[in-house]
């Protein structure tokens, strides 16, 4: 029967991609300090993500996969403070309504934890197990109720690729969180966890190319940017090593990347891109954020304003690095 999750799902869940997406951001909501992330085949055979965080306790552990069950938001007007990734309470029901999913975990306070598994939304199996602390969420057979969706899915290699590509982004959002990424039983990515962001731009990007980029840090009254920029010798002929974050959380912007180079000036040749790993710190009162699930498009209410201290002092941080 196709339920209201399902049509819930195609939103939320468009690929593998989108489940890995939303489970670690559940790790790192539930404060995790290590998280592993295996993958098989293209991910719809198999995705489970382990963590050590807060665990489930067994009585929330069914309502949590019911729709709008979200632990993390109680009123519509906390979504401007909002410190966490989710908020919607739509990523589990959702992924349960098109796969077989189950879910094993313990809270701290507890001696044992509990196993949930479904099947197609419906609950097959509940029980108490013993478990390390912590939550363990398995999803295999993806999509197997929605065959158009299965079909639409790209190679082994493209959703593969897109999957160690946001692992790797979110563990640059999170130097003090250790992620793990399995691919057929190989370990395929690893960051340190120690807190550095330097030690994980080496493990996403090479320790050569770590070992070059400089530290940038500069504030005024609304913005604080910090993180790492190349210098005019070490640039890329695509934007992919452009990694922009707006208060910890990756985002998408033209405008943003517009103003990286720019501040290169005729410093680096014209279809050449800098290195970069910034994180912009301002209050959201100065952005919107499109509330669509993925939640990264982003608006700017003094972009003007942003776009021209970013460039000058970006500027000012290539002119310093080279001396
Ligand atoms: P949301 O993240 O928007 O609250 P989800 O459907 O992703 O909604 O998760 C539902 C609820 O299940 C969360 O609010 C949280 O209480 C719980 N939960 C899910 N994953 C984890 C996890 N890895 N660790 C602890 N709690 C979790
Ligand atoms: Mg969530």
Redesign the pocket.
């Known amino acids: 029967q196709l339920c209201i999750n399902q049509i819930a799902a195609g939103e939320v869940v468009e690929r593998p991609l989108s489940v890995v997406k939303?489970?670690v951001?559940?790790?790192l909501?539930?404060g995790?300090e290590h998280i592993e992330i295996t993958v098989e085949g293209n991910g719809t055979a198999l995705i489970r993500?382990r963590?050590d965080?807060?665990?489930?306790a067994p009585e929330?552990l069914q309502t949590?996969?019911l729709p709008h069950?979200?632990?993390?938001?109680s009123h519509i007007e906390d979504l401007d403070t909002l410190a966490?990734?989710?908020?919607?309470?739509?990523?589990?029901?959702s992924i349960a309504s098109v796969s077989r999913m189950e879910i094993v975990?313990r809270t701290a306070d507890s001696a044992l934890g509990a196993r949930l598994s479904i099947e197609n939304s419906e609950v097959k199996n509940f029980e108490e197990t013993g478990c390390p602390k912590?939550?363990t969420?398995t999803i295999r057979d993806l999509f197997y109720t929605t065959p158009a969706r299965y079909k639409f899915l790209k190679s082994q290699g493209t959703e593969f690729g897109l999957i160690s590509d946001m692992v790797s982004k979110l563990a640059l959002t999170k130097p003090a969180v250790r992620f793990i990424l399995k691919h057929a039983k190989h370990t395929v990515f690893m960051s340190p966890g120690d807190g550095s962001l330097r030690h994980v731009i080496a493990s996403v990007m090479g320790s050569q190319i770590a070992q070059k980029l400089v530290p940038v840090s500069f504030c005024n009254e609304h913005y604080a940017v910090s993180g790492y920029l190349s210098m005019p010798d070490l640039t890329r002929n695509n934007g992919n090593y452009q990694v922009l974050m707006i208060n910890g959380r990756i985002i998408r912007s033209k405008q943003l990347r517009q103003a990286v180079k720019n501040s290169f000036h005729t410093l680096i040749p014209h279809n050449t891109y800098p290195i970069v790993v910034l994180n912009i710190e301002l209050s959201p009162s100065l952005y919107d954020v499109n509330v669509h699930p993925s939640k990264m498009e982003i608006k700017f209410k003094q972009e003007n304003e942003l776009m021209t201290f970013l460039t000058a002092q970006l500027n000012k941080a290539v002119l310093d690095g080279r001396k």
């Open positions: 939303e489970l951001e559940n790790s909501d539930a995790a993500v963590d965080g807060s665990g489930i929330e949590a996969v069950a979200t632990s993390k938001i966490t990734l989710g908020f919607r309470g739509e990523a589990l029901p975990s912590g939550t969420v």
